[in-house]
């Protein structure tokens, strides 16, 4: 059974600040990492998608893999009111690339 | 512009009544995938095509089945919903097994 751990959250910091989210998985042949926002009512949207070890940077995201350790995180520096929802990890492995997904963790950015 | 489109957004339909969901996309993908997302949940793959070829999930009951009569429909149907059934339905698209792209989702309610 392919599992997408999260930490449960809910995470809350102050508007400004850097926002972690952390993600493990357990299939270790996993080949894609995805972090998808999802708003309250919404679909998720994707926001960032990591191949190889080390950093990725776009904007004020940064999303970190670690493949030994079976890691991956998203930094979000300078949160913003905005940024508040659900953070969702998505790994994907096999040949037909099917996404698992983590739970997700709730994000609220206090102004 | 939307590039996937669900239709309706929203759908209530009686226990028991078949009901039937659509996707549609202007992306020219060729993977094509439906997910249920219930409340405070990880979407769950149900299944997807990659062109013609259905995969279903191991898990996914009888009651849910999927038709995509050509690379821009692709269509859920409920054979005979139940209470547990009500959920959010989202569609996403990949070029290939690998990035997915969500559309807006459809929210079923089952009286």
């Known amino acids: 059974q392919k599992e997408v751990e999260q930490n449960s959250g809910p995470l809350s910091v102050p508007e400004g600040a850097i926002a972690s989210l952390n993600c493990t998985y357990s299939?270790?042949?996993?080949?894609?990492f995805f972090w998808y926002r999802q708003y309250s009512g919404k679909s998720p949207e994707l926001i960032m998608s990591i191949y190889s070890n080390g950093d990725k940077e776009d904007g004020r995201f940064t999303a970190q893999l670690n493949k030994a350790s079976q890691y991956v995180s998203l930094l979000i520096r300078d949160s913003q009111p905005s940024d508040s929802a659900t953070y969702l990890c998505?790994?994907?492995?096999?040949?037909?690339?099917?996404?698992?997904f983590g739970s997700g963790t709730q994000l609220t950015v206090l102004p | 512009d939307a590039m996937v489109i669900q239709n309706p957004r929203y759908q209530v339909t009686q226990f028991g009544k078949p009901v039937t969901l659509s996707c549609s996309q202007t992306l020219n993908h060729n993977v094509m995938y439906w997910y249920q997302q219930k409340s405070s949940q990880a979407p769950k793959l149900l299944f997807h095509y990659y062109d013609k070829d259905f995969n279903n999930e191991a898990d996914t009951p009888d009651n849910f089945q999927s038709r995509r009569p050509n690379t821009s429909f692709c269509f859920l149907d409920i054979r005979s919903p139940g209470l547990g059934d009500a959920a959010m339905y989202l569609c996403?698209?990949?070029?290939?097994?690998?990035?997915?792209?969500f559309g807006p989702g459809t929210r079923l309610t089952v009286l």
């Open positions: 299939d270790r042949v996993s080949q894609s």
């Open positions: 996403a698209t990949s070029p290939q097994p690998d990035t997915q792209y």
């Open positions: 998505a790994v994907s492995s096999g040949s037909a690339r099917q996404l698992t």
